[in-house]
């Protein structure tokens, strides 16, 4: 079996990672790679493969930087070049970038059957670029694996029953990449204080509105004033505060830094607040209670479970939330089989073995 993995940011090679370790444990299955360049950057060297114990990838195809329509556009067209050549038997697709949504359209125009891991997640905002993309990939998809009970919901609520496909609840990869890289771990090389905050900033809803990013920095910035918050900050979010002229002086803002460093961050800090879908995630596998700033969640079973917080970018409720865990001695609330047990790899190369028989 010959399996065509299309992976494009950082992160889903991170996820990867867990599956395609695994694979190579068959020796009846053959993985491809193809990195799409879609979030290149000189951080993903050699360097950082050997690192993160991740296959390289076989094809790096250079297409990232531009719009939504160019960037998907390539990489169709050079995706179904490589899949032409190779003649998998699957493309497997993570999440839901434009990589996601190119590897799903290739593989149903040429008929090859598509897996797509993290299916099934809603935000329920089709403002989001991701919102769309994950829609369609689940549609075309002859097996969908589903991280929660709750993913598998959504698709039943859309009608996938009647749909010629598979629904497995698998688990959820990040969760056996967790126990795998907590061992890995490094301690970053700056100045850390005891009970620090880990904090990230990134997504387009919060950067790009400046409001938003003025309620949310001054929030961080007075939370700063008794406990520090360690930030990683991408160039293009510290350009735009650099505009906004902000009083930022409490806050421990350092560059961006590699995931062992970032695991070793999430697996000793107090507390997480954070805009990002993964490290929510992330802080619940660590045990890490997480103020997300956001308004909307695809986890909202961690919202359900109380671990979770919802404040959007109001700076009032980010504060009120944040006194209140400050104040609280509630033990955390961690259920094993929410997202698995770190067994999600092994169930989703013995279901495509199976399926592949049937």
Same mark, same amino acid.
């Not at 930087?65 to 490589?82: L, Y």
């Not at 997480?290 to 919802?310: H, K, P, S």
């Given at each position: ?9 950082? =992160?889903?090679?991170?996820?990867? *990672? ?21 979030? #290149? ?9 050997? !690192? ?5 990838p076989h094809y790096f195809l250079g297409i990232g930087?531009?719009?939504? *329509? ?13 899949a032409l050549k190779e003649k998998p038997d699957w493309?497997?697709?993570? *999440? ?32 989001? =670029? ?22 598998? !919901? ?26 795998? #890289? ?5 301690? =970053? ?32 910035? !007075? ?5 520090? $918050?360690?930030?990683?900050?991408? =160039? ?35 507390? $997480? ?27 909202? !079973? ?22 209140? #865990? ?12 929410? #997202? ?19």
């Open positions: 079996m010959k399996i065509l993995t299309i992976l494009g940011a950082r =992160p889903q090679f991170i996820k990867a *990672g867990s599956v395609s370790r695994e694979i190579l444990k068959y020796k009846e299955i053959e993985e491809i790679i193809i990195h799409t360049g879609q979030h #290149y950057d000189n951080n993903m060297s050699d360097i950082f493969f050997d !690192e993160m114990k991740i296959p390289k930087g531009k719009s939504h *329509g160019a960037m998907t556009g390539q990489m169709i067209e050079k995706i179904e070049e490589v493309i497997l697709v993570y *999440g839901d970038t434009n990589s996601t949504l190119a590897g799903a359209i290739v593989a149903s125009k040429l008929h090859i059957k598509l897996a797509h891991i993290e299916a099934g997640l809603r935000s329920f905002n089709m403002n989001m =670029p991701e919102e769309i993309n994950r829609i369609i990939t689940d549609r075309v998809s002859n097996i969908l694996f589903c991280p929660t009970k709750i993913a598998i !919901e959504n698709l039943k609520n859309e009608g996938f029953d009647n749909f010629k496909c598979k629904i497995i609840n698998s688990g959820d990869v990040m969760q056996d990449g967790a126990i795998f #890289y907590k061992d890995l771990a490094i301690k =970053p090389n700056i100045k850390i204080e005891d009970n620090f905050i880990l904090c990230t900033i990134h997504r387009a809803e919060n950067t790009d509105d400046k409001q938003r990013l003025i309620n949310i920095f001054e929030a961080l910035n !007075e939370i700063a004033k008794e406990k520090q $918050i360690i930030l990683p900050l991408h =160039p293009r979010t510290k350009k735009i505060l650099e505009g906004l002229k902000l009083e930022l002086n409490n806050l421990s803002i350092i560059d961006p830094i590699g995931y062992l460093e970032m695991t070793w961050l999430i697996n000793n800090c107090s507390l $997480i607040m954070t805009d990002s879908g993964g490290l929510q995630k992330e802080a619940y596998f660590f045990r890490k209670q997480c103020i997300t700033l956001r308004d909307e969640t695809e986890w909202i !079973e961690l919202v359900d479970l109380g671990v979770n917080i919802l404040v959007g970018a109001n700076k009032e409720k980010i504060l009120n939330y944040y006194k209140e #865990y400050s104040l609280s001695n509630k033990k955390f609330n961690q259920t094993s089989d929410l #997202y698995g047990q770190g067994e999600a790899s092994k169930k989703i190369i013995k279901s495509l073995i199976e399926f592949d028989k049937e």
